[in-house]
Structures are given as C-alpha cells and as structure tokens.
T-cell receptor, first 115, second 113 residues
Framework: SQQGEEDPQALSIQEGENATMNCSYK?????LQWYRQNSGRGLVHLIL?????REKHSGRLRVTLDTSKKSSSLLITASRAADTASYFC???????????????FGQGTILTVHP | DGGITQSPKYLFRKEGQNVTLSCEQN?????MYWYRQDPGQGLRLIYY???????QKGDIAEGYSVSREKKESFPLTVTSAQKNPTAFYLC????????????FGPGTRLTVT
C-alpha cells in the first residue's frame, strides 16, 4: 500500500500558534494533496503540490514536499479556532508515467485550536 | 449552484437488507468515487468511475455494487454481503485522467442494526 501516514495523530494548540502536520508515503507519486474535514462533513480540498515542486503557499497554508524522503508537511500559520478539523494527505496512484486518478488517503491529524 | 449532493444524510437499515446511496453532481466531472470512512480513520476507496458505463473496484469493493449510467450520477448499493456496513460514506467527483482535486459531497451516515 502506498497509503500516507500522518503525524501526529492529534494536535492541540492555542489560537495564534502555528500548526505543523506531517505526511509520509511509500511509492512514487505525481502529486500530493491536502484536505480538511470538519466533524461529520465531507472533505474540502486545500492544496495540491506536484512532484516537481518543493513548496507551495495558499493564504495561511504552506505545504512542502520532499520526494527523496517521501514526505510532506502542512503548516497552518496564526491558527484560529475555526481551523479545528481533521486534516488528511492524499497521494495519487502513479505507475509507469501514468496517473490513474484515484487517491489514497492517510489516517489524518485531528487539530484542535483553543480560543 | 454547482456541487455534489448525497442523499439521505442519515440512513437506517435492518441487517440483511440492501440499501442504495445516492450521489449526484452538476460539475461536469467525468470521474466519480465512493469512499468509506470509519470512526477515527481515513478514507478507503470502494469504487471509482472515470467515464460513463465504466467503473473499477477500489480497495474494499466486496459487498458493494455501483452503476454509472449517467455522467451526473453514481449510486452505491450496500448489499447484505457487506459484513460491517455501518459507516460514513462519502462520494466525490473530479476531472478524469490526471489527479485533479476531488470535490466531496456531505456524506451519508449508514447505520445497520
């Protein structure tokens, strides 16, 4: 399985602090994506980083990708109580130069931001 | 409004009954997906479809069936052969081919007793 594994499983911080979540995966990828899920809801796409990119920013989000270590990190700066959610990384199924369109999700990191 | 809808939000069934979960999208996406999520877990792929009238098994297809007769619709049937059907089911869609971002519906929570 090339399922991503997130670390830590749970993270509790105060509003205004930064939150860093890590994701490791096992095989070649074309891209890696991060999603957010509020409790009992569907997932929302946050950011996609391609295998030839090392860093990407979107608002208060910063994602890095190290393909040599097969790992990625998601940094949320100046966190808010509204950032409380589960965060998942997802890797695409990539074989022989072809991306098959399906994603494999990690177990997720539960982030709690206290006001 | 463009989006992806799932119905119903909550579904209760007795053991031994088949049940069909609805998923509709008006995003003009070719690809659609069904995932299962258990408490505290990530998503596991059940079935996916890249084009109308074609679909492939995911990692946990046993006990499930799908159809893709229309581009907009990808219903999932949970059959009585599925040993642990109680779970949160999520449908998603995306452009086909390369891995584009997936758009998720709000989910259906199925409880089988």
């Amino acid at each position: 399985s090339q399922q991503g594994e997130e670390d830590p499983q749970a993270l509790s911080i105060q509003e205004g602090e930064n939150a860093t979540m890590n994701c490791s995966y096992k095989t070649s990828i074309n891209n890696l994506q991060w999603y957010r899920q509020n409790s009992g809801r569907g997932l929302v796409h946050l950011i996609l980083i391609r295998s030839n990119e090392r860093e990407k920013h979107s608002g208060r989000l910063r994602v890095t990708l190290d393909t040599s270590k097969k790992s990625s990190s998601l940094l949320i700066t100046a966190s808010r109580a509204a950032d409380t959610a589960s965060y998942f990384c997802a890797t695409d199924w990539y074989r022989g130069g072809t991306s098959y369109g399906k994603l494999t999700f990690g177990q997720g990191t539960i982030l709690t931001v206290h006001p | 409004d463009g989006g992806i809808t799932q119905s119903p939000k909550y579904l209760f069934r007795k053991e031994g009954q088949n049940v069909t979960l609805s998923c509709e999208q008006n995003l003009n996406h070719d690809a659609m997906y069904w995932y299962r999520q258990d408490p505290g877990q990530g998503l596991r792929l059940i079935y996916y479809s890249q084009i109308v009238n074609d679909f492939q098994k995911g990692d946990i297809a046993e006990g499930y069936s799908v159809s893709r007769e229309k581009k907009e619709s990808f219903p999932l049937t949970v059959t009585s052969a599925q040993k642990n059907p109680t779970a949160f089911y999520l449908c998603a869609s995306s452009f086909a081919g390369e891995s584009y971002e997936q758009y998720f519906g709000p989910g259906t929570r199925l409880t089988v007793t």
